[in-house]
């Protein structure tokens, strides 16, 4: 049965598409809009009878298997009201089509042999992308530069699973029998390329959500006014009041390619003020949980910290020129001085390395828990743990091989593949 | 003139006694066919029962109450384990035996059992009535029954090939079936080519056998049926020789004299059984290759080359084998050969051996496309026992990939089209930690015992090893103290625990068994070892047996969930075209079956789960 649905976001717009895909949908179609196209890949302009209305509209078809989703498909591209595409869509239905489910397009692109799971997935994430590297991230995906690494991987596996499997089933036979240690420096290598691939997840982490940085620091340091001058606009409260930001407060920016989050906190300092203290508390976690922290001073930095970037503030009234520390950024948040230095610090700090720039790297929390997965069960065959016997390494490589597979779908169950559609959303 | 029987069984060989023994034994008359009665549970190849993967099956068919076991058991000549130290998941029990023994024991058998006619006949055709079947034979007698089991093995349509020279013979100059394929091929069925071959026979006395190695059996290995305790006596040995580099070169410069090469043999050969030519043209960078001789029988000269079977000519054979070290003077006895033989696709066959097409009709053995002794034995027990539930209109006996080798082997055949002839190992059960040779008693014999085919004396053994069990294993969560362990761990060399751990904890431990723990702790008084096998095994390899336990659950899940017979797959919207096409010509019975034929994906088997709930809901 075909399946409609609108693909452009609902509300307004210039212009909005409405997409078919089924057998039949390309003489549905026929049956609505003249005149039809003459051949496929043509987008041709025309009317959309809608029983109500005359809709002057274009439409373009595909024929199976080379479209999206590799059966029959349909596009129109009409007026973007609600009320015209309610109507064109509702034509559709009475001509014999349904409502497409969520995902349910992506589905049966995957069903159709035309994307794998982590392909569909890179779908997912281009449209969910917020920035560009996200974007190049999720590209990625639907390259299946990911697939073709773990099928390659999962072939490594494969061979080395034929060479332990072949001792078990051939004892007498005189093969240059794989002894334990050549097993477990094989499977050491394809552990080494897990973790490769593993060290990505906080590159991807980055694309995919952006650079969680906290500003914290004293009381009246500067610290609101450090947020606005960065964001470029007056977000926060700014006082000469010491403990004027009581609460956290979030903003975010982007910059370049990357989205910078950045989290106003209270300034910290002994307080008998109970409000002010919980703040402070909030203050402390958010700092903990950040990816870098901006620490702004009036005065001397303090010693080298991990993930700390020192904020030299108000440089417009102290001589900050003896102070030459890689960890430090001078600033006056007032006159905007040093702001753009600051922000392209902290996208070096992250950004700046191969891996970023070019994309590859892990932004989805299934594919590192498959990569994971692979990585404990081969990590027991190469400490040669719990149990000793082949019988046991074997069973652990398989596992790790048939966790690598579900990156692909080669191997997932279906509950896999159900959380995964039921995360898309309708007609993309 | 026409004789009636329940189930009329063609073919006295590995499969067929099992068949025809399960049928006369569950009550029903039943006559068995050879073409020869010196072909009863021959062992036209090599002189050995069990194996890798296929001492596993040997045991399984012993639990359910067949007859391999017990009958190999007759006809040691020696026992071992292979695989020791590779992990239990992987023992395996293999017997050379006496091929003349096991022959005559079997035969014995079949003769003495009640309900069951053995008779020499060749069978020429196979018809389908109202009532059954009727199979008429070169003498023109007639037979009907209700169900047949064919268990032709490698007869129908045979040739065996020695150089340019082909003879439409079966194994060992036995005269082929030539009738019968036909008959089948007008019932509907469909014909497959497939190959096999078989080493030179050569005299003992003009083998040096002080240029090989000599392999005993072990002191160790116990009997393959359950039913006999004790170590089988070591009566001969075997040994141990390689090619040599003028071996290479005899076969290298004859190779277009090999059938295989020259085209004469257009059957399917099996990959891993390849002629001493195969392997020596395509691994050409191996110097050797290695051979095992083994001894016929214990009243025989004649021994078996393992290892080089080869269908080149008789001549060029002769100086090949004399290349090899130890056989410079060898007199040859029996030529190697290469037999061609019609086989059936067993796709086309439900998972109780039945033929999808015509009710009552169940085939086993090769004749399935499969190879080996074992594998055939285990499907003609199925095959016997289901003919029977047939007859009785009762739920047939389904085995699974969950609960034995044999369910792995059925499934297998009978869900993937084979396009060599079919072996088994080890590689193919997934939950093999699971399906031990060790405990196919605990797995099967309760079955066995419902199927009807277990005595009372093998239930009650049964029974004592589940109690036994079920006793030793209470101290099993035993807290020994510091103090205790200390002495014993020390003595064995493990590192000493923070604090007390438990017996079980203390099996764990690389260096620590029962012998062990009986020694110094004075625990496990009083149990048969086959019993602390099992406490052993089940405390060393816990966490892995409890994982694919799990995964066993799982996947009777997908089991249970039934696929109707009758479904049309071409109505089921979403599937990709070559599932519905494989669907379609499979009628898989459950989504885990339907999940594990080729060209059927994951994305399919869920839109089948859809289909399924839906249809529930509906009806």
Redesign the interface.
Known sequence: MSIVALSTPAGRSAVAVVRMSGENSIEIAKKVFSPFPKSPNLLKVGNLDTGDFVERAMCVYFEAPKSFTGENMVEFHCHGGMAIVTSVIQVLLDNGARMAQNGEFSKRAFINGKMNLSETEGVIEMIDAETTAAVKAGENLLANNLGKKSVALQDKLLDLIAKTEVALDYPEEDLEEQTLLETQKETQEILDEIEKLLSTVKAGKIAKYGIDVAIAGETNVGKSSLLNALLGYDRAIVSSTAGTTRDTLDAHLTYKDTKFNFVDTAGIRQTDNEIERLGIDRAKKTMKEADLVLFVVNGKPLAQQEKTLYVLNKCDEIDYSNVNREDCVVTSAKDNKGIEELKEKIYKMFCADEIYSSGQMLTNARHVDCLNRAKEKLQIVVDNLFCTTVDCSALNIRDAWSALGEITGTTATEEIIDRIYSKFCLGK | MKKEFDVIVVGAGHAGCEAALASARLGHNTIIFATNLDTVAFCACNPSIGG??KGQIVREIDALGGEMAINADKSILQMRM??R??????Y?PRAQVDKFVYHSTMKATLETTPNLVLRQAEVVSLEKTETGFVVNTSVDVKYCAKAVVLACGVYLNSRTIVGKCIEESGPNGFKSAKKLTDSLVALGMEPLRFKTGTPARVLASSVDFSKMEKQDGESSTCHFSYMNKGIPAQKRSCYLTYTTLETKQIVLSNLDKAPMYSGEIVGVGPRYCPSLETKIERFSDKER??L?LEPEGECTQEFYVQGASTSLPADIQEEMYKSIAGLENVQIMRDAYAIEYDCFDATSLKNTLESKKIDGLFLAGQINGTSGYEEAAAQGLVAGINAVKFIENKQPLILTRQDSYIGVLIDDITTKQSTEPYRM???RAEH??VLRQDNADLRLTQIGRDIGLVSDERYNLYLEKVEQIEKAKQCLNEVLSPKTVAEMFTSVGETLPKSGISVKDCLKR?NVNVKVLQQHLGLFEGFSDDVLEQIEINA??E??IAKQQALILDAEKMENKKLPNDLDYETV??L?LEARQKLNYFKPSSLGQAGRISGV???????L?VWLAQHRNNG
Not at chain 2, 85 to 90: D, E, I, M, R, T
Not at chain 2, 601 to 607: C, E, K, L, R, T
């Open positions: 890798t993967a292979l695989n130290g590779k992990g239990p998941a992987v395996s290759h290695q095992f190992m080890t590689s093999r930690l690389t060393k390899y966490g892995y919207s979403g990709r994906s994951p994305a399919d088997v869920q839109i789960m």
